[in-house]
């Protein structure tokens, strides 16, 4: 049973009456439910012709608002047909895409739209949305889309956020603008805290995990720049340890190659304790070495490192994964061909990746072993490219981040695997 909209929600949904439509803001916040019952009631309402719903990917389209749209009206009222780039909602047909890169606008060329319902709208390249403008040339079309906030120098917040014609503020307020410059948009700013049927203790716990820039950004619903170091709620004395618990689950390594720089890899373990651990670190700097390594020398290298690992009276450890650096073909091929199991392509997603990373450390989940030097110099000092955030991008300085690529290899492609580890007592007894 779907909960009744209440406040915020139903304001938002009340007044989702211009050409463009954008719920923004905290995650869990009630922006997808508001929209997905906008969208649902145009699908039955709206004017005839072609319709679209658009994703990051496909993939996530479904996991995030048409899996939800199942679950409100059942199999029979919406069809998702895998494959066919289509999805059958009241009978009507709808057009699905993603949108991930700059080849994502030769999608839509040549479409004449009636309406488009658009999630995670700050991932798509602005080519796409751009573009997508002009296939909405049906009288009455209307787009409505859904995103988490980004930095202030966003191109979605700067050329229509901050143009927008009516604002409903994250205090609740209704704002309309007199500029003549005003666009026919409408946006909806939420907070997680302007969803009443969150648990609190869900709420709480979301708090703890999401610091420093992500709590503003998913948590409070704030444009804000990515400035400063990355792992702010880095703290040597919560997350550093000299002894290791016995380990019941050795999960990953994580792995950055390089040749002239550093090669990095990380052994990842849950503890008795289930907690994430750091427990070991292999580096090669050739700069220091003198000499660069080859592939066979580093996959060797890799395989005596996790051969000679000792740990309370073991010798050898046997990780699930390890993920390498995707861009590493010839490397992984290596492995492959001397038989260490489990190799496959690390997620490379960097700002989903440091997401991750700061989950793991913000709620006192991850702990990092001391012997791991490498790691411990590049945490503190990894800062964000405060250039490219005035440009409208996040992106960390490419500047002593292998063992911390590493990590973020390890910890981003297993996170599946270790969130449902995280508890609200955790950062007390870190």
């Not at 719903?53 to 047909?81: A, F, H, Q, S, W």
């Not at 602005?126 to 049906?138: A, D, I, K, Y």
Request: hydrophobic fraction near 40%; charged fraction near 25%.
């Amino acid at each position: 049973m779907i909960a009744p909209l209440v406040g915020k929600q139903r304001e938002a949904v009340r007044l989702a009456t211009a050409r463009g439509n954008l719920w923004e803001g905290a995650v869990r916040s009630s922006k997808t439910v508001s929209s997905i019952m906008v969208w649902l009631k145009y699908i039955r309402t709206g004017p005839a012709g072609a319709l679209l719903m658009v994703g990051k990917t496909e993939r996530t389209l479904k996991r995030n608002v048409i899996d939800p749209i199942i679950e409100m009206v059942g199999v029979k009222r919406c069809n998702y047909k895998a494959g066919a780039g289509e999805v059958i909602i009241f009978g009507r047909t709808i057009y699905v895409a993603g949108a991930n890169d700059e080849r994502a606008a030769d999608k839509i060329k040549g479409l004449t739209l009636a309406g488009a319902y658009c999630d995670e709208v700050t991932t798509y390249p602005e080519t796409f949305f751009q573009m997508l403008g002009t296939r909405l040339s049906v009288e009455g079309a209307q787009w409505f889309g859904t995103t988490n906030p980004e930095g202030p120098n966003h191109w979605l917040k700067r050329k229509y956020l901050d143009r927008a014609r009516l604002h409903l503020d994250r205090e609740g307020n209704v704002i309309t603008s007199t500029d003549p410059a005003a666009i026919d948009v409408h946006r909806f700013s939420f907070s997680l805290d302007d969803n009443p049927y969150l648990p609190k203790a869900y709420v709480a716990a979301l708090k703890l995990e999401y610091q420093g820039l992500f709590y503003r950004r998913f948590v409070l619903g704030e444009w804000c720049l990515a400035e400063g170091v990355v792992y702010d709620m880095w703290d040597e004395s919560r997350h550093v340890v000299d002894i290791l618990p016995e380990i019941r689950h050795w999960m990953a390594v994580g792995i950055d190659y390089g040749t002239i720089n550093p090669f990095a890899g990380l052994l990842l373990g849950v503890g008795t304790d289930d907690r994430l651990y750091v427990a070991s670190e292999y580096r090669h700097d050739s700069r220091v070495a003198r000499r660069q390594l080859t592939d066979a020398e580093y996959s060797r290298g890799v395989r005596d490192w996790l051969g000679s690992y000792r740990h309370q009276g073991e010798q050898g450890v046997a990780p699930q994964w390890v993920f390498v650096d995707p861009s590493a073909a010839s490397f992984m091929t290596q492995l492959w061909s001397d038989g260490l199991p489990g190799v496959a392509k690390a997620n490379n997603d960097v700002k989903d990746g440091i997401r991750s990373v700061g989950v793991a450390l913000g709620s006192g989940l991850l702990s990092i072993h001391r012997s791991c030097a490498g790691l411990l110099q590049e945490l503190p000092a990894y800062a964000w490219d405060e250039k490219a955030a005035k440009a409208g991008e996040d992106k960390p300085l490419k500047v002593d981040d292998h063992s911390v690529d590493a990590l973020r290899y390890g910890l981003h492609s297993t996170a599946h695997e270790w969130r449902g580890l995280i508890r609200p007592d955790l950062e007390v007894a870190a």
